[in-house]
T-cell receptor
Framework: GAGVSQSPSNKVTEKGKDVELRCDPI?????LYWYRQSLGQGLEFLIY????????KSGLPSDRFSAERTGGSVSTLTIQRTQQEDSAVYLC??????????FGDGTRLSIL | GENVEQHPSTLSVQEGDSAVIKCTYS??????FPWYKQELGKGPQLIID?????GEKKDQRIAVTLNKTAKHFSLHITETQPEDSAVYFC????????????FGQGTTLQVKP
């Protein structure tokens, strides 16, 4: 497809488990972003990748969160030892450098 | 730190009326201001944006105005339709030039037929 694709669309897991969320950006987009949206809230920046530069990790809430972007395309956000407060919608966006960000539909993560 | 305030949190209008949503930002170096529409279960969709070198931009029924001196920007929707009902978010580019957007808390717009 032409848009940003995220998988899975929904994920339910038990507290303490690790989870991996995947983002396929729009082809050719050099920048990729992860945001978190808690129920009824705005979007909270997590991490930003731009080309081959070191990522901006300033929004990651704890060291349980990490992300990587392989080959400048697909990205994976990993949350280790999940906690109930990690429950949220995780949104990925991509863009050309300096251009508007386009979002996927997100992964709805529920921690039991 | 960087902050974006958005008002109102909810807005209800009659079909055909206008709707206005206002945002203020804290970082005077911010230079890009997009607006997103989010429908239930979907990701935010860009509807209009404005850069700091212009004061107003229009696209059919949607317009955005920017007052850099006051650090305000607003979304105006005219002739509202029921399909305009959604959550609207304003955002501002952070001054650190990392590309991250700082989002407002969102406005739930309901257009009553």
């Amino acid at each position: 497809g032409a848009g940003v694709s995220q998988s899975p669309s929904n994920k339910v897991t038990e507290k303490g488990k690790d989870v991996e969320l995947r983002c396929d950006p729009i082809s050719g987009h050099t920048a990729l972003y992860w945001y978190r949206q808690s129920l009824g809230q705005g979007l909270e920046f997590l991490i930003y990748f731009q080309g081959n530069s070191a990522p901006d990790k300033s929004g990651l809430p704890s060291d349980r969160f990490s992300a990587e972007r392989t080959g400048g395309s697909v990205s994976t956000l990993t949350i280790q030892r999940t906690q109930q407060e990690d429950s949220a919608v995780y949104l990925c966006a991509s863009s050309l450098s300096g251009q508007p960000q386009h979002f996927g539909d997100g992964t709805r993560l529920s921690i039991l | 730190g960087e902050n974006v305030e958005q008002h109102p949190s909810t807005l209800s209008v009659q079909e055909g009326d206008s709707a206005v949503i206002k945002c203020t930002y804290s970082d005077s170096a911010s230079n890009y201001f997009p607006w997103y529409k989010q429908e239930l279960g979907k990701g935010p969709q860009l509807i209009i944006d404005i850069r700091s070198n212009v004061g107003e931009k229009k696209d059919q029924r949607i317009a955005v105005t920017l007052n850099k001196t006051a650090k305000h920007f607003s979304l105006h929707i005219t002739e509202t339709q029921p399909e305009d009902s959604a959550v609207y978010f304003c955002a501002a580019f952070g001054s650190s030039n990392t590309g991250k957007l700082i989002f407002g808390q969102g406005t739930t717009l309901q257009v009553k037929p």
